[in-house]
């Protein structure tokens, strides 16, 4: 929201605000976010309102967001949305993608699955550095992060935060899937390429504190997950061809990583780049869903997984909309 804030050409019409937490009791209107009312009923909201775009930044699996989409459809609202499983949906529902191409279709509205993992770092940006490549013979995609940015929650979802014992029941369990999207980017990219991915599999394993660690909102003890490195591998013609690896810590200076990307293309014009200190996550995310909105608002009307618009460079001009650009599916 305070990205949208500093975009002149932008409105904003609202935010959502969890019933968790609300302060005033079944006021559906808690306190404003400076300027812009926060709500606790989108519906009330979107009536109230009828925005052209919503920005939706809730949860990763399609069953939560896909509600929130379809309320929006039913309002002829356009939708960017940073849900990791929306990226591709026919990894978590086979068929969902068409489904969902047709459901906006039909209501005359675009909706976009982006973010920074899927939709930039692990698929969009090696996308478009293969344009330079004569061929592809394999993908190797490396990220260090800091996860100290994120909060317990996401703490938890991502590994972090266990017993030893209990890491491993969780993820036996489903609870913990780490990073959500590595099967969603290799299928973005094959889709690019044309390439048929024959096996995928993904491995998540614990890295252990040796110390204890203060954080904003609890304490990790010696023994405990501090952090989790995780590594996806994609078969395609007998061999590998994609190679994902992701590595998160709490505090990586301490453990002697240093935070980057890494995207190397390897073929005929090898390609190998690096940033450095690396995308930071929740900066990158909010400046996709934002620097995405102008391509919405031209884009044909349907379903753009990630990637499926080329990422866009903000609009910076104080003194006039964003151009129209010509959009293709």
């Not at 935060?161 to 993820?171: H, L, N, P």
């Not at 460079?313 to 909309?321: E, G, H, M, V």
């Amino acid at each position: 929201m305070t990205l949208c804030q500093q975009r002149p050409w932008l409105q904003v019409a609202g935010g959502i605000r969890g019933p968790d937490r609300r302060k005033h009791g079944s006021d559906d209107r808690p306190p404003a976010w400076g300027s812009v009312k926060l709500w606790t009923d989108p519906d009330a909201l979107l009536v109230d309102n009828q925005p052209d775009v919503a920005l939706i930044a809730t949860r990763s699996p399609l069953d939560h967001v896909l509600p929130d989409i379809e309320r929006c459809a039913q309002r002829g609202i356009n939708v960017v949305c940073t849900s990791e499983e929306l990226a591709w949906p026919d990894v978590e529902r086979p068929g969902e993608r068409a489904r969902l191409d047709e459901f906006a279709t039909a209501a005359g509205i675009t909706v976009v699955a982006t973010g920074i993992n899927p939709g930039f770092v692990f698929d969009a940006l090696p996308v478009m550095l293969s344009a330079a490549a004569w061929d592809v013979h394999k993908i190797y995609v490396e990220r260090v992060l800091d996860a100290s940015v994120f909060g317990q929650r996401v703490h938890r979802s991502l590994g972090i935060g266990y017993t030893e014992d209990g890491f491993q029941a969780a993820v036996a369990s489903r609870n913990i899937r780490g990073h959500i999207g590595f099967a969603e980017s290799a299928h973005v990219i094959a889709d690019a390429m044309g390439v048929e991915l024959e096996h995928f599999e993904e491995r998540l394993v614990a890295v252990l504190a040796d110390r204890v660690y203060e954080l904003a909102e609890y304490t990790i003890h010696p023994r405990e997950t501090a952090g989790v490195t995780q590594s996806a591998v994609a078969i395609a013609d007998g061999s590998e061809w994609l190679h994902f690896d992701l590595s998160l810590h709490v505090a990586p200076d301490v453990v002697g990583w240093e935070t980057h990307d890494r995207i190397h293309v390897v073929g005929e014009n090898d390609l190998d780049v690096s940033i450095k200190p690396g995308t930071q996550a929740v900066l990158t995310t909010a400046a996709r869903l934002v620097n995405t909105i102008p391509s919405v608002l031209v884009a044909a009307p349907g379903f753009y997984p990630a990637s499926g618009l080329l990422p866009n460079p903000p609009w910076l001009a104080p003194d006039r909309q964003p151009p129209a650009r010509r959009a293709r599916k």
